[in-house]
């Protein structure tokens, strides 16, 4: 059940690299709001993939699940209501406003996950076919 899973570990790195440039550098109203919350499910998916042998539908649905709750505590003001307002750490990690387009974010990002999984075979024998 429990490994270490050299290619997840470099999807997630990938991942954290990119979404932390995001943070820091992008403002607009597509790639930081959207592509973020998209690219994050697979973040969290890949790290979860790097260090447990799971199911990978139900890791999907876990990662899925996990991410909708967070949204429906940003609509139930989460943050404040535990005393965390002030922390910029906390209204980061757990975010502080409720949008619909994000829950189509994350289930646009695990459909993703879903395909990439199915052609993952496909793309390993392409890869041992030229060596």
């Not at 490994?3 to 470099?10: E, I, L, P, S, T």
């Not at 973020?36 to 447990?52: E, Q």
């Not at 209501?81 to 949008?99: D, H």
Request: hydrophobic content about 55%.
């Amino acid at each position: 059940m429990y490994r270490f899973h050299k290619g997840y570990f470099a999807l997630t790195a990938g991942l954290f690299l990119t979404e932390v440039l995001i943070a820091m550098y992008v403002r607009d109203d597509f790639i930081r709001p959207y592509f973020g919350d998209f690219l994050v499910v697979i973040l969290m998916y890949c790290f979860i993939r790097t260090f447990a042998k799971l199911d990978m539908r139900l890791t999907v649905i876990a990662v899925l699940m996990f991410s909708y709750l967070i949204e429906i505590l940003q609509y139930l003001n989460f943050v404040e209501w535990i005393g965390l307002g002030n922390s910029e750490l906390a209204r980061t990690l757990i975010g502080t406003s409720f949008a619909w387009m994000d829950l189509v974010a994350y289930t646009a990002g695990c459909i993703a996950i879903l395909r990439f999984e199915r052609m993952k075979p496909a793309i390993w024998n392409l890869k041992s076919k030229s060596a």
